[in-house]
Each structure stands twice: as C-alpha cells, then as structure tokens.
T-cell receptor, first 118, second 113 residues
Framework: EAGVAQSPRYKIIEKRQSVAFWCNPI?????LYWYQQILGQGPKLLIQ????????DSQLPKDRFSAERLKGVDSTLKIQPAKLEDSAVYLCASSLATFGTSGNNEQFFGPGTRLTVL | DQQVKQNSPSLSVQEGRISILNCDYTNSMFDYFLWYKKYPAEGPTFLIS?????DKNEDGRFTVFLNKSAKHLSLHIVPSQPGDSAVYFC????????????FGAGTILRVKS
C-alpha cells in the first residue's frame, strides 16, 4: 500500500513570496489533515478535510493560508505572502475513519515539506 | 496553552534497558491517546494507542500506561534497542470533538549500544 505522498520535500523562499504544497493521501482515506511543525514543537493541526469538505480550520491563519481538497483526493496548501515565522515542516496525514465515527483514528503521515522563509 | 506536555526534551538509555517516556495532559475531555515515533526527514508513524476506558495497552516491546486521575501517561520500551532512537510524540484527542489530535513537543530518545 502506497503511503502519503508530499511534494516538494524542501522549499526555500523569501518573505512575502508565495508557496504551495501538494499532498496525495492514501487511496480510500476520507480524512486529510495538514499540520505545521515548528522546530522543537509537536505538529499543530492547521486544517482537516473529510472528503472535500472542511471539518476544522480553526487554527489556520486564514489571512495568508489557504487549502483545498478538490474531488476529495489530493490537497494543496498555500501560503501567500509568507512570513519568517512560517518556517516549519508542513505535514500531511490521512486516515480512514470519518468524523463522528468510532473507528480507528490512526493517522498516516507523509514525509513533510520543510519550508525555509528567508 | 499547552494541553499535552512532554517535559523531558531528551532521554538517553543503554541498550537492553527500559526506556520510559512521560506525557501529561490538562484537558479532561481527552479520551484517546496515541504515541508516534519520528525518524529524521520522515513523517511520524503510529506506535501504540490507548483508550480512556483502559489503563494499560501492550504491543510487543511497547506498553502504554494511562493514569486518568493524574492525567498522565507513559510509554515503556523493554528492552530498548538502538533502532528505537527517534523522537517520540504523545498525542491526545477527544473523539467527540472531531478526532483532532493535539501533540506534545516530543522527547528525543537515544539508545546507546
């Protein structure tokens, strides 16, 4: 079974530039998550999709971050414009369970995209 | 507000001995707890979980203990192996609240051979 794919693996940009990350979840997984992991901290959920609908985006800085999951499969996360404090690893994860069920909530993570904002 | 805390940034253990990683939480709504393991340049991988209706869950060399009254959980690895050297994250969720995971800051485990 193929895992969660993310690209690019690394990205270096200057502040005020734009950047986009792509995620392809495990086939059949209904729920997709984007996390931000700043150095020395644990992953922090930015947004959660179930199929192509947003379940939770309460911690997404909506003035500069946006995300979409077209057709309920792939997802992109965009930052526009980037700030220095956006330097982090952006992790995508997917799970089989859907919101409101009592099924296994195991989340499978991709390798992440390391973003450096100069 | 750190709802999940891992107060030890790092731990060093001799091969063959027990590793004990600790985690504290503050939100009484949390009822499902997980441990993830992360190697450099890779995403976290699920290790073991425990529901609040249990106080212990075991999987091979890994055992998680939950003390609900103390809002504390721990991960025991016995015996520790050099391949266990990684960052370990504790995570918690209140399954009634959309299964959102809240992670601790992680503990770096080094197993010396």
């Amino acid at each position: 079974e193929a895992g969660v794919a993310q690209s690019p693996r690394y990205k270096i940009i200057e502040k005020r530039q734009s950047v986009a990350f792509w995620c392809n979840p495990i086939s059949g997984h209904a729920t997709l998550y984007w996390y931000q992991q700043i150095l020395g901290q644990g992953p922090k959920l930015l947004i959660q999709f179930q199929n192509n609908g947003v379940v939770d985006d309460s911690q997404l800085p909506k003035d500069r971050f946006s995300a979409e999951r077209l057709k309920g499969v792939d997802s992109t996360l965009k930052i526009q414009p980037a700030k220095l404090e956006d330097s982090a690893v952006y992790l995508c994860a997917s799970s089989l369970a859907t919101f409101g069920t009592s099924g296994n909530n195991e989340q499978f993570f991709g390798p992440g995209t390391r973003l450096t904002v100069l | 507000d750190q709802q999940v805390k891992q107060n030890s940034p790092s731990l060093s253990v001799q091969e063959g001995r027990i590793s004990i990683l600790n985690c504290d939480y503050t939100n009484s709504m949390f009822d499902y707890f997980l441990w993830y393991k992360k190697y450099p340049a890779e995403g976290p991988t699920f290790l073991i979980s425990i529901s609040s209706i249990k106080d212990k869950n075991e999987d091979g060399r890994f055992t998680v203990f939950l003390n609900k009254s103390a809002k504390h959980l721990s991960l025991h690895i016995v015996p520790s192996q050099p391949g266990d050297s990684a960052v370990y994250f504790c995570a918690a969720s209140a399954r009634s609240r959309m299964d959102k995971l809240v992670f601790g800051a992680g503990t770096i485990l080094r197993v010396k051979s």
